[in-house]
């Protein structure tokens, strides 16, 4: 997912393991404006897409 995203032209800042086992959060920035929610939707998408 992370290569996916850089290959899409989003900025992912961050990745972080979470207590659970398998559950992971990344972060989508810096953005400015509108784009951050264009950023995140994307990386949603391709996300399900991958998985």
């Known amino acids: 997912h992370y290569k996916a995203c850089l290959y899409a ?3 992912i800042c961050g990745t972080n393991g ?4 398998g559950q992971w959060e990344f972060q989508v920035g810096p953005s400015v404006g ?5 950023h995140i939707w994307c990386a949603r998408y ?3 897409r991958i998985t």
């Open 9 to 11: 032209g989003i900025n």
């Open 46 to 48: 391709i996300l399900e």
């Open 34 to 38: 509108i784009e951050a929610g264009d």
């Open 18 to 21: 979470e207590v659970m086992p």
